[in-house]
C-alpha cells in the first residue's frame, strides 16, 4: 500500500467511526453517566447499573503540562476490562466588549478507549461556555479522530449505554409509582 493509500484508508476509517457515531455515544457514557458512578457507588444509588458496578473504578491521573486534569474510569463488560481515559487542558477565558460584556472559557479536552489493554479509540473535544444575558450557551464539540480500530467492542459498548438508560429508568419508574398511583386517583383513571 503506497502513501496516498494509506492516506485515504485512513480518512475513510475517520469517516467510518463519524457516520456510526462512536465519538457522541462514548461522550454520552462518559459525560452524565460514568462521570456520576463514583458517588452513586459510594452512596449506595440504585441508580448504578449492577452489571459494571462491582468492576468499576475511578482514578485521577497525575498532571501534565497539556493535561493539568486526567482521569481514568474501568469496568467490565464480560471478561473484557475497558478504559475510558478523558483529558482536559487547561482553561482558555477570553472576554470582550462588543454591544455588551461577554466571556466564553474554552477547554479542549480528549478521549482515548483502551479495550483489553489496546487503544482503540482516541478524540477531541472542545468544551465551551459562553456567558450571555440570559444564561450561561454550553457546548461540546466533536473533533479530530486520532485513532480508530473498528470491532466488535462498539456494539458492546452500544448494548451497555442502552442497558444502563433502560435501568435508570427502571428505577425512576420505581421511584414514581406511588406518586403516579396518586395521580390515577386524582384523575380518576
Excluded at 477547554?107 to 482503540?120: K, P, Y
Aim: aromatic share 10%.
Amino acid at each position: 500500500m503506497g502513501p496516498d493509500e494509506i492516506r485515504a484508508e485512513i480518512e475513510r476509517r475517520k469517516q467510518r467511526a463519524k457516520d456510526i457515531g462512536i465519538r457522541e455515544m462514548l461522550w454520552r457514557l462518559y459525560y452524565g453517566c460514568l462521570d456520576q458512578y463514583p458517588n452513586l457507588i459510594e452512596n449506595g444509588s440504585p441508580m448504578a447499573y449492577p452489571g459494571i458496578k462491582d468492576t468499576f473504578s475511578m482514578s485521577v491521573l497525575p498532571s501534565t503540562r497539556l493535561f493539568p486534569s486526567s482521569s481514568l474510569f474501568e469496568f467490565k463488560i464480560g471478561m473484557t476490562p475497558y478504559q475510558i481515559q478523558y483529558r482536559e487542558g487547561p482553561e482558555e477565558v477570553r472576554d470582550w466588549h462588543g454591544g455588551g460584556f461577554s466571556r466564553c472559557s474554552v477547554t479542549h479536552s480528549s478521549i482515548v478507549l483502551r479495550v483489553d489493554g489496546e487503544e482503540v479509540l482516541d478524540f477531541s473535544i472542545r468544551r465551551s461556555v459562553r456567558d450571555e444575558e440570559w444564561g450561561p450557551v454550553f457546548d461540546n464539540s466533536m473533533g479530530d479522530i486520532t485513532r480508530f480500530i473498528e470491532g466488535p467492542w462498539f456494539q458492546e459498548l452500544t448494548d451497555l449505554v442502552m442497558k444502563i438508560r433502560a435501568h435508570e429508568k427502571s428505577v425512576r419508574d420505581q421511584r414514581n409509582a406511588p406518586k403516579l398511583e396518586e395521580m390515577k386517583k386524582r384523575f380518576g383513571i
